[in-house]
């Protein structure tokens, strides 16, 4: 990457992306987990569904993927005739990482009959195994959507599961997975900040602790806390999701104030992607990221159930 970006300021950074982005006919793609100099540049920011939606619907030509691997898998399964980029190849997902396929395919072996439900949070080859997806917005109606009586595998994140679980009448059995960045956050730590802001209202991402999660005025998907957000009249929040999210919060809502629940809730994949880096990824059209006909055929299956499930 060295050799094609020299140092330079952000504000010329962005210019370059934006030339770039015309000439490949390029749409940008960020995670509202992204710092906020990318935020800004993107095209589209939200969460894992709303983006899945915008690159299954662009017309563009390259989708670029400000985010990490199983999200730019995830584009390229929606769009394969598409150049799917992600800035850094090395952007993962440790929770992806604890469901590894072979330990998936040996679990489907050992309990079936079971239906397999995947978190977008889980790489292709694991989607591939699965009947339906979801994201953290839509798990309980997706989940809510299955025949009763079936013993539901819900994978790879234990702490959405159990919060579906309680949601729903369905059997569903948790991987025992998580999300590093919400499941570090302590009940401690929750009681601590609220000492703090006593008027804060609190705000949880359902990846969080069960004890965490039952001290919060609202749980709900990062779209779900921006859009209530938007509806509450308070005027303080204590969030507890991974800090990116507080950029696109004071930035769409500046009369109010926002506090992190811990500034330990940082996920260091999301923010290994750059402005030298987007601007390298779009002139030399890599890394990019493409999963096999075999793989996406399934894959693509469980995700379209999703879909027409919340569509």
Not at 79 to 86: A, D, R
Not at 216 to 231: C, E, L, M, N, R
Not at 292 to 300: F, G
Request: one cysteine or more.
């Amino acid at each position: 990457m060295n050799k094609v970006i020299k140092k330079t300021s952000s504000k010329e950074l962005t210019e370059k992306i934006l030339t770039w982005k015309k000439k490949r006919d390029a749409v940008i793609l960020a995670h509202v987990y992204q710092p906020g100099e990318i935020q800004d540049i993107a095209d589209f920011t939200g969460d894992s569904l709303f983006l899945s939606q915008q690159a299954a619907k662009t017309n563009a030509k390259v989708i670029l993927f400000c985010g990490v691997q199983f999200m730019a898998e995830t584009a390229s399964i929606l769009s394969p005739e598409k150049i799917v980029l992600l800035p850094d190849i090395n952007a993962g997902c440790p929770m992806a990482d604890m469901a590894p396929v072979k330990d998936v395919e040996q679990k489907i072996k050992d309990m079936q009959p079971v239906t397999i439900l995947s978190y977008v949070n889980s790489y292709a080859s694991v989607k591939a195994l699965s009947d339906y997806c979801c994201t953290s917005a839509n798990a309980v109606q997706v989940a809510q959507s299955i025949p009763k009586g079936k013993d539901i595998l819900f994978l790879p994140d234990m702490n959405l599961a159990r919060f579906t679980a309680e949601k729903t009448n369905q059997n569903i059995i948790p991987w025992r997975g998580h999300c590093p960045a919400h499941n570090l956050l302590s009940k401690d730590d929750v009681i601590h900040t609220k000492n703090i802001h006593p008027k804060a209202m609190l705000l949880v991402h359902p990846e969080c602790r069960p004890e965490v999660c039952d001290l919060a005025d609202y749980i709900g998907s990062t779209k779900g806390i921006i859009d209530f957000v938007k509806s509450c009249p308070a005027k303080e929040y204590i969030v507890a999701t991974e800090i990116g999210i507080l950029y696109p919060l004071k930035k769409r809502y500046p009369s109010k104030q926002f506090y992190p629940a811990s500034n330990k809730m940082v996920c260091e994949d999301m923010k290994l992607i750059s402005l030298e880096k987007i601007l390298s990824s779009l002139i030399t059209l890599e890394p990019q990221v493409v999963v096999s006909d075999n793989i996406r055929k399934n894959a693509l299956t469980a995700l379209n159930r999703m879909m027409s499930i919340v569509s």
